[in-house]
C-alpha cells in the first residue's frame, strides 16, 4: 500500500514501545499484544494510527454539486460537520474509489485508504472543467487517527482536530438499502468508529496522550478484526476489480438510490431492481484447531474435504481474515452467488492460498454467516408475459 502526496514526516506514533510495524505503510500492526488492544479499541479506551490513509481535500462554491455528479451518494444537502461515505464507479458499476466524506462548510475532506490519495486526485483534476472547484492531496500534510465513542474519542476531539468523520456504518442511510437479513440485529450495529483528521505535526499531540497513560495505542490488526466481525468493507480490504457495491451490502451507506444519473448508475439500478449481484459477501467462521489464518486471496471450496479434491474449482476467496478476541478466527469472504448458503467451507489457507503453484498447507473448514444472501436484488417484480 502506498501513502501518496510524497513522503511524510516522521511519525511519532513510530517511537511508542512495543511497536511492530508494516513496513510498508509504516503504521503499526499491534503494540505487542493485539487481542488486549483490540478489547480497548471496542471499548473506545485506545486510538489507532491511520497516517498511511490518504486525504484528498475539495474546495470552490461547486463542490458538492460537482462530487454529488459524480459519485454513489446524494451530496448536494451535506451539512457542515455531517459525516457520510460515497463511490467513484466505472462505466460497468465496479468501484474505483471508496471516500469517507465530510465537510467543513468551505472544503470537502475525502478520506480514503492508502494508495488511493494520488490517483482520485488526479482523477478529479482532470474532471474539473470550467467549474469552482479546487483538489488538493494533503496525505502529505495531514493525517488521521481513529477511536471508537468514548473517554478516549472525547480527549482526542478535545485537542481541536481539523475535521472529525463519524462512520455511518451502523445504521442505513437516507436512500440506501440493506441486503442483510433483518432478523437479528446488525452485526455493525454499534459500530462507533470515528476518524479525526489533524495536521501531521499534531499527530505528537495525540502521541503525548499515550504517554501520560490517558489513551492507549492499538494497531491495524485491531481495528480489521472488528471491522471483519461488524462486516463492515473497506476498498483496501475487500475491493478487486470486479466488485460491485451491491456484493459487499455497500448499498446500506454508500448508495442513494433515488439520487438520479451518475457514472455505472446504470448497473447499480440494473442489478438492484431486475438482477442479483454475481457474488456475495460472507462472514466465515474458522476452524481454530489448526490455529492458522488465511491470508487474503486463499481460495475458498465448496464441501468438507473439498479443497483437497483433484480437479476442485474454487467457489469464492478471502478478502480479509483476523483473530476476534471473542469470536476466535474470522474471515471475509466473496463467494459465488450460486453457493448454498448452508455449505460447508474449506479454504485453502497457506502463505500461497491463492498461487496454484505453492504449497497450500492444511486446508481449513469454515461456516458461513451471511452477509448478502443470495436472493439479494430483484427488488422490483416485473410480470412476465404470456408466451404465445
Known amino acids: 500500500m502506498g501513502t501518496g502526496g510524497g513522503e511524510h514526516p516522521v511519525n511519532p506514533f513510530a517511537a511508542l514501545p512495543g511497536r511492530i510495524a508494516d513496513p510498508e505503510a509504516g503504521v503499526a500492526w499491534h503494540y505487542g499484544e493485539p487481542l488486549s488492544e483490540q478489547r480497548a479499541l471496542e471499548t473506545g479506551a485506545a486510538v489507532v494510527d491511520l497516517s498511511h490513509h490518504g486525504i484528498v481535500v475539495v474546495s470552490g462554491p461547486d463542490r458538492l ?54 490517483p482520485l486526485a488526479a482523477f478529479l483534476t482532470r474532471m474539473r472543467f470550467a467549474l469552482r472547484v479546487e483538489v488538493e492531496d494533503r496525505s502529505g500534510t495531514h493525517a488521521a487517527v481513529l477511536a471508537f465513542d468514548g473517554r478516549v474519542a ?3 476531539r478535545a485537542l481541536g482536530p481539523a475535521v472529525e468523520w463519524r462512520d455511518p456504518w451502523a445504521e442505513v442511510a437516507r436512500g440506501g438499502v440493506q441486503y442483510a437479513r433483518t432478523e437479528t440485529e446488525h452485526a455493525g450495529a454499534q459500530w462507533s ?12 499531540d495525540v502521541v503525548g496522550l499515550v504517554r501520560s497513560g490517558a489513551v492507549r495505542a492499538a494497531g491495524l490488526l485491531a481495528l480489521d478484526a472488528l471491522e471483519v466481525r461488524a462486516w463492515r468493507p473497506s476498498q483496501a480490504g475487500d475491493v ?23 457514472r455505472g448508475q ?7 431492481n431486475l ?3 454475481p457474488r456475495r459477501l460472507a462472514l ?17 471450496f465448496a464441501g468438507a474435504g473439498s479443497a483437497t479434491e483433484p480437479g476442485a474449482r474454487p467457489v469464492g476467496r478471502i478478502t480479509r481474515a483476523a483473530l476476534h478476541h471473542e469470536w476466535g478466527g474470522i474471515a471475509l469472504a466473496l463467494l459465488k452467488r450460486s453457493v448454498p448458503e448452508d455449505a460447508p467451507l474449506e479454504v485453502r489457507g497457506g502463505a500461497e492460498g491463492n498461487d496454484p503453484q505453492a504449497d497450500p498447507g492444511e486446508p481449513i473448514a469454515a461456516v458461513q454467516e451471511v452477509i448478502v444472501p443470495a436472493s439479494a436484488g430483484a427488488a422490483r417484480a416485473v410480470p412476465r408475459l404470456k408466451r404465445i
Open 240 to 262: 478487486d476489480e470486479r466488485s460491485i457495491p451491491h456484493e459487499l451490502d455497500w448499498m446500506r451507506t454508500a448508495v442513494h438510490l433515488t439520487k438520479g444519473c451518475y
Open 193 to 204: 468508529a470515528v476518524q479525526f483528521v489533524f495536521a501531521r505535526e499534531r499527530l505528537v
Open 266 to 272: 446504470e448497473t447499480v439500478a440494473k442489478v438492484h
Open 275 to 277: 438482477g442479483h449481484p
Open 284 to 300: 466465515l467462521h474458522l476452524d481454530g484447531t489448526g490455529g492458522e489464518l488465511p491470508v487474503a486471496g486463499a481460495l475458498v
Open 65 to 118: 454539486s460537482w462530487l454529488h455528479s459524480m459519485t454513489s451518494q446524494h451530496l448536494l444537502a451535506l451539512r457542515p460537520g455531517e459525516s457520510t461515505e460515497t463511490l467513484l464507479l466505472d462505466a460497468n458499476g465496479r468501484i474505483e474509489h471508496a471516500a469517507r466524506v465530510v465537510d467543513d462548510g468551505e472544503r470537502t475532506w475525502l478520506l480514503v485508504d492508502a494508495g488511493s490519495a494520488e
Open 154 to 156: 472525547d480527549a482526542v
